[in-house]
């Protein structure tokens, strides 16, 4: 996972981060006997989905600056 962290692109990173919800849920469930409420599901939805959005929205570039003579 470090070696693809540090030469891979974000964009194909991301589902692997997005899943890390899903093992986190399932491993707490299992090993560890935590119930899974409404709310969990709600928030690792809610962070998906900020991060989709932000994603895909495309940031305004600022005007290069000349120096002046």
């Given at each position: 996972m470090s070696w693809s962290y540090a030469r891979a692109e974000a964009q194909y990173l991301i589902p692997t981060?997005?899943?890390?919800?899903?093992?986190?849920?399932?491993?707490?469930?299992?090993?560890?006997?935590?119930?899974?409420?409404?709310?969990?599901?709600?928030g690792a939805c809610l962070i998906v989905a900020g991060c989709l959005i932000a994603a895909r929205a495309n940031p305004k570039l600022a005007e290069p600056i000349e120096a002046a003579m």
């Open positions: 981060e997005y899943s890390a919800f899903i093992w986190a849920i399932a491993l707490g469930w299992f090993f560890f006997g935590e119930k899974l409420a409404w709310t969990t599901l709600a």
